[in-house]
């Protein structure tokens, strides 16, 4: 990320830059808010992976060694480019440093992903349920651009809640983006449904996903039936709070969850680990 400034007697003039250790160069930055961001960053060209996979990144840590963090990969599998949606924790060991990246810097990208969060877990079906709480949108920001999942549904659903309405704003432009979108737009169509709510500012639609799910708030809104095992589907990303109350929500529905080696109606994954910053 710094030019190298340490040189021995013996060393030659540097005439690049140092590389960290799988090290990939960060290509755009934006910042949504004082504590979200969104970056790009070049693609290895051995990486394959699956939309809705994560991998570890970071960056060189106080001590020299990597410092390392899960990440979802917000981009589909068929991007040119990586791009990731991330928190910044004010004392964060990685996000305090990691918010200040500019395009040209280097970051580290171990290409291992993996992930549950991924069609070949789920049994086939008509509606799929996006279910996410602030970053926990990330995955599904990579499958809300994968052809796979409107070949597979006849209807998606993104449920993403906030305490705030500014935190909705990277998820509200990707999906206004995909209608004209010149690769996947005509797969989208209208079987891309929105569904943003906060809980702590005044919006449109507002509540937890867990309460308009319970409820049947959600369903009377968009005109559809009561979650079913036999149609629907679901993907869930959030706290380990949110986790477990959807997953008794579903499982009230009478959906179970699967697994890559076993698939069945949902899946679920930690948009991080901790109660909360
Ligand atoms: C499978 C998986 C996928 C992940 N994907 C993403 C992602 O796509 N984007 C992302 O920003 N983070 C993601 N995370 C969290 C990420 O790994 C780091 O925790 C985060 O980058 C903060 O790192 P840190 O070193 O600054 O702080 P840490 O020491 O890692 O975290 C400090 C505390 O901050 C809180 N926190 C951490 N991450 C978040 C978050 N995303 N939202 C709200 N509170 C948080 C928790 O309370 C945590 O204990 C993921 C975690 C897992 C397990
Ligand atoms: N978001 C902010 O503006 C903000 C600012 C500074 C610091 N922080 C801190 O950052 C940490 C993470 O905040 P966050 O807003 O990213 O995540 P969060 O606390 O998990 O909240 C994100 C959304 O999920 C909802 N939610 C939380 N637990 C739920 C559950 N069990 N079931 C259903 N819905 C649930 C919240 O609703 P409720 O609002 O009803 O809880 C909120 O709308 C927190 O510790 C917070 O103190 C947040």
Not at 220 to 230: K, R, T, V
Not at 234 to 250: E, P
Request: aromatic residues 8%; hydrophobic residues 40%; negative net charge.
């Amino acid at each position: 990320m710094t030019e190298a400034t340490m040189m021995t007697e013996a060393s030659p003039i540097p005439t690049a830059k140092p590389h960290l250790p799988d090290a990939q160069i960060v290509t755009e930055v934006r910042h949504w808010t004082d504590r979200l961001f969104s970056f790009r960053v070049t693609r290895p060209q051995s990486l394959r992976f699956r939309s809705g996979e994560f991998v570890m990144i970071g960056l060189i840590g106080d001590n020299g060694k990597p410092l390392l963090r899960a990440y979802s990969i917000a981009s589909p599998a068929w991007d040119d480019a990586l791009e990731f949606y991330s928190i910044k924790v004010p004392d964060g060991p990685l996000t305090s440093k990691l918010q200040h990246i500019l395009p040209g810097d280097e970051i580290i990208l171990r290409p291992k992903p993996v992930g549950t969060l991924v069609h070949d877990a789920l049994l086939p079906g008509k509606r799929l349920w996006f279910l996410a709480t602030g970053t926990g949108i990330a995955p599904f920001a990579s499958l809300m651009r994968e052809p796979e999942t409107y070949e597979k549904y006849d209807q998606v659903i993104m449920m993403h809640t906030c305490r705030e309405v500014a935190e909705l704003e990277y998820g509200r432009e990707l999906v206004e983006s995909l209608k004209d979108d010149p690769l996947i737009g005509e797969m989208v169509g209208d079987k891309l449904v929105y569904y943003p709510t906060t809980t702590r500012e005044p919006f449109h639609h507002m509540g937890r996903v867990t309460d308009n799910l319970a409820s049947g708030k959600v369903f009377a809104d968009l005109g559809l039936p009561p979650m079913n095992p036999g149609d629907d589907r679901a993907m869930v990303c959030g706290s380990l709070a949110f986790n477990v109350d959807v997953k008794a929500i579903l499982e009230g529905f009478g959906l179970c969850e699967g697994a890559n080696s076993d698939p069945r109606q949902f899946v679920v994954e930690k948009a991080f680990v901790g109660d909360g910053i």
